[in-house]
């Protein structure tokens, strides 16, 4: 999977999604790039950058099952697929946590957050069956580094995808989340800033905002 990290840790830089939108579709030949936001962070004005220049999907927010922004002109057109699962770097050294306990730690997440799910998605089958069978709810986003799960924890990474593949878990990628997502009418959502604690400090996020009653 090709696509655009925009910015530094620090924020994302508007510039850098244009001057790598036309470098990528320069270099890839495509059309609809995807993206994700350095530390997960975003604004209104990148987020309609990507409506803009027909983003096929993001995931610059952590948390929720997929959504359309939504923006001061309406719900954007590119798709958020959130990440729901902390990165190795967000809990290497926290709670005693480390390389040789990394991966089953992170496994242990994925259990608990699909178990979590579990009931959210037999009432939205009850609800409407054909609609929550196209869902995928108990479907967990895991964001890697090249450098880091790729590289020096690869081994760690490979035990982590064993766990996954043994357990029954489907290992897809980002594309097939996306077009599973997108066989229902997906919900829009403000994209508001939260924190996200999976170190040893609090980091900044994006997360949904509770649905206006």
Request: hydrophobic residues 45%; charged residues 25%; glycine residues 10%.
């Given at each position: 999977m090709a696509g655009l990290r925009g910015g530094s840790h620090g924020g994302l830089d508007p510039r850098g999604v244009?001057?790598?939108?036309?470098r990528f579709r320069a270099r890839v030949r495509i059309c609809g790039p995807i993206a994700r936001g350095a530390g997960w962070q975003i604004n209104d004005y990148a987020l309609e950058l990507e409506r803009e220049y027909g983003l096929l999907y993001a995931s610059d927010t952590r948390g929720g099952a997929p959504f359309l922004p939504l923006l001061?002109?309406?719900?954007?057109s590119c798709p958020q697929l959130p990440t729901t699962l902390p990165t190795f770097d967000e809990?290497?050294?926290?709670?005693?946590?480390?390389?040789?306990t990394i991966a089953d730690a992170v496994y242990?997440?994925?259990?608990?957050?699909?178990?979590?799910?579990?009931?959210?998605?037999?009432?939205?089958?009850?609800?409407?069956?054909a609609a929550a069978a196209a869902q995928d709810s108990d479907a967990q986003v895991f964001t890697l580094h090249a450098e880091l799960e790729g590289?020096?924890?690869?081994?760690?990474?490979?035990s982590l995808l064993i766990k996954w593949q043994e357990s029954?878990?489907?290992?897809?990628?980002?594309?097939?989340?996306?077009?599973?997502?997108?066989?229902?009418?997906?919900?829009?959502?403000?994209v508001v800033m939260g924190?996200?604690?999976?170190?040893?400090?609090?980091?900044?996020f994006r997360r949904l905002a509770p649905r206006p009653q």
């Open positions: 244009r001057t790598g939108h036309g001061a002109r309406g719900a954007s809990i290497l050294g926290v709670g005693g946590v480390d390389e040789s242990s997440l994925s259990r608990t957050a699909a178990a979590s799910a579990a009931p959210a998605a037999a009432a939205a089958y009850a609800a409407a069956p590289m020096l924890l690869l081994r760690a990474f490979e029954g878990a489907e290992i897809v990628r980002m594309a097939k989340v996306h077009e599973r997502a997108m066989r229902r009418p997906l919900p829009a959502r403000r924190k996200w604690r999976g170190g040893p400090e609090c980091w900044p």
